[in-house]
């Protein structure tokens, strides 16, 4: 694995991406509680820009809310399609495009508000990729990251999988994926405020969220 890469591990395309979208569907009234939270605190004709939004349910339920003009970045080919087909078939407008985080194919100053929820353990860039989200907002504009808690118990985890409506394998396979895998890629709190420290934001706000299994960290540009 290289940093060029982007992110850690085999990574989401062809049929694990597919698999995912069709787990994190079951989930759906999560994203749509998450838009109608993060729409109160963003303007109307506000540029939105989300952060490896996979499948894009986040970005589609927010486009229902309000007048905002959103772009979805997704580092997988066959998240982009997925994604775009789901606006389609939800008949709402989201510009999905494909590219790295920690290198984004836009402007300086071009987003009012920038969100990115369970994939930044993921980069292998985490600095970086703060940094370039501070890059692409506008003065006083708001970045919010929404993550796992690596200090989250998998009593707590398990609890949480049970409220998303799966089949027992699937329930089985998530539990084991977020022991082996994404436990191990997350952060503490503490980490989350020495990576910030690092960037321009200097440092940042932590809200626990999803029944104390993840944080979610605002930064204000």
């Known amino acids: 694995m290289t940093d060029s890469k982007g992110y850690k591990g085999i990574g989401m395309n062809g049929p694990l991406a597919t698999w995912y979208a069709k787990i994190t569907l079951k989930d759906l009234k999560r994203h749509k509680l998450v838009a109608q939270q993060l729409s109160a605190k963003i303007s109307p ?14 970005c589609i339920e927010l486009a229902k809310l309000g007048d905002y003009r959103i772009t979805g970045l997704d580092i997988s080919r066959t998240f982009v399609e997925i994604a775009r ?4 078939h939800a008949g709402v407008t989201v510009d999905f495009q494909q590219g790295n985080a ?5 402007a300086d100053e071009t987003f009012d508000f920038t969100y990115c929820q369970a994939a930044f353990k993921n ?5 970086k990729a703060i940094a370039e989200m501070y890059r692409v907002l506008r003065p006083h504009g708001t970045a919010v ?8 118990s998998m009593d707590e985890i398990d609890r949480y999988i049970g409220t998303m409506g799966l089949s027992r394998m699937n329930e089985l396979f998530t539990s084991w994926t977020f022991r082996h895998m ?10 989350m405020d020495a990576l910030v420290a690092q960037t321009p934001f200097g440092k940042c706000r932590t809200e626990s969220v999803d029944n104390g299994i993840g944080f979610q960290v605002w930064l204000s540009k």
């Open 85 to 88: 087909k789901n606006a389609v």
């Open 182 to 191: 994404l436990l191990k890629r997350a952060y503490t709190t503490a980490e």
């Open 45 to 58: 004709g506000s540029r939105v820009l989300e952060i490896a939004p996979g499948p894009g349910y986040f």
């Open 145 to 152: 990251i929404l993550d796992l808690r690596r200090d989250a």
């Open 123 to 127: 980069f292998t860039q985490p600095a």
């Open 102 to 106: 920690s290198a984004m194919p836009f």
